[in-house]
C-alpha cells in the first residue's frame, strides 16, 4: 500500500475554517523543519513578523525572554535558600545543629539534630507554610516561570533557525549571568523545570 501521498512537511490548516469566522486567508502553513525565513507568527496572531528587520527585534525578545527565564529560576531557588538558611539558624538558638564545610567550594552547610518536634517549628519559622506570603510569593513566581518556558517551547517549535538561536541564546547567557549563584549557595538543579 502506498502511502506517499500521505507524507507531508507542512501542516495547512486552511481546511478548519480557522475559528476567527470562517476567514481562512490569514492562516499560512506552517514549516515542520529548520528554516531561516522571516515571515512568522510568534505565539500569538498579533505577534507576526514580515520584514527582516522584525525578525531580528522578535530574536532580541526572545533572547531576553531566555534571559528573564534562568535569572527567575535562579531567583526562586534563591529565595528558597534563605528562607532555608534564615529557618536553619533560628532553630540553631535552640537547637543542636551540625555545621560542615565543603573545602572545594568552601560552602558551609547547617543541619538540625533535633526531633520531629523541632522539624515542625522549622517548617513554621521558615515560612514556608501552605497559606504564607512567602510561598504565595513562590508560588506566583513558579507560574510565571512555567509560563515562560513553555512560551519559549512553543517558540522553539517554530523551527525558525533566528528564533531557536534566540532561546538558545538566551537560556545560555542567563545562565552565565545567574547560574553561577546555584554553586555559592551549594543548591541542587531544579527538578521542577519544564520543557527545559
Known amino acids: 500500500m502506498d502511502h506517499s501521498q500521505h507524507i507531508s512537511t507542512t501542516m495547512d490548516h486552511s481546511a478548519h475554517g480557522g475559528g476567527d469566522g470562517g476567514d481562512s486567508s490569514s492562516h499560512s502553513t506552517m514549516m515542520m523543519y529548520?528554516?531561516?525565513?522571516?515571515?512568522?507568527?510568534?505565539?500569538?496572531?498579533?505577534?507576526?513578523?514580515?520584514?527582516?528587520?522584525?525578525?531580528?527585534?522578535?530574536a532580541i525578545i526572545v533572547f531576553f525572554l531566555g534571559v528573564l527565564y534562568e535569572g527567575l529560576k535562579v531567583f526562586?531557588?534563591?529565595?528558597?535558600?534563605?528562607?532555608h538558611l534564615s529557618a536553619t539558624l533560628s532553630v540553631a538558638v535552640s537547637e543542636p545543629v551540625s555545621v560542615k564545610q565543603d573545602g572545594d567550594?568552601?560552602?558551609?552547610?547547617?543541619?538540625?539534630?533535633?526531633?520531629g518536634a523541632s522539624q515542625q517549628r522549622f517548617a513554621q519559622e521558615s515560612g514556608m507554610r501552605p497559606f504564607s506570603w512567602d510561598h504565595a510569593l513562590q508560588t506566583a513566581l513558579h507560574a510565571i516561570q512555567v509560563i515562560l518556558s513553555y512560551f519559549l517551547m512553543l517558540i522553539a517549535m517554530t523551527f525558525n533557525v533566528w528564533l531557536c538561536l534566540g532561546v538558545v541564546?538566551?537560556?545560555?547567557?542567563?545562565?552565565?549571568?545567574?547560574?553561577?549563584?546555584?554553586?555559592?549557595q551549594g543548591q541542587q538543579m531544579d527538578d521542577n523545570e519544564h520543557c527545559h
Do not use: P
Open 34 to 58: 529548520f528554516h531561516t525565513g522571516v515571515e512568522e507568527v510568534i505565539l500569538f496572531d498579533t505577534w507576526r513578523t514580515t520584514t527582516t528587520g522584525a525578525m531580528v527585534w522578535s
Open 169 to 184: 541564546l538566551g537560556s545560555t547567557a542567563g545562565y552565565f549571568a545567574f547560574g553561577w549563584k546555584r554553586r555559592i
Open 76 to 83: 526562586r531557588e534563591h529565595m528558597l535558600f534563605r528562607a
Open 105 to 115: 567550594s568552601g560552602v558551609t552547610f547547617v543541619t538540625s539534630n533535633g526531633t
